[in-house]
């Protein structure tokens, strides 16, 4: 979401900067966290593009991103070919 978001919801001329600088989540590389902390800058050229992608950036974290579903087809065809 971070490297491919801001760019399909901005005009081309004023794509903004999305830098994670810090990320922090769980206690041991073998356990999956139930969450996670992320810190970083927004950058932009009009305020309007800095709140909209600190408001998508917000909705993702507060109600998730879309889960992947595999296309057994697809699965199926790739594995034979």
């Known amino acids: 979401m971070v490297q491919t978001r801001p760019g399909t919801i901005m005009a081309s001329s004023d794509v903004p900067q999305v830098t994670v600088t810090r990320i922090a989540a769980g206690t041991d590389s073998t356990i999956i966290p139930e ?6 800058t927004i950058r ?8 909209t ?5 917000r909705r993702v974290c507060d109600h998730g991103y879309p889960v992947t579903v595999n296309d057994a087809g697809f699965v199926l065809e790739a594995l034979t070919s």
């Open 35 to 40: 969450t996670a902390e992320l810190e970083g």
């Open 53 to 57: 992608v600190h408001e998508e950036t």
């Open 44 to 51: 932009a050229l009009s305020e309007h593009t800095r709140v």
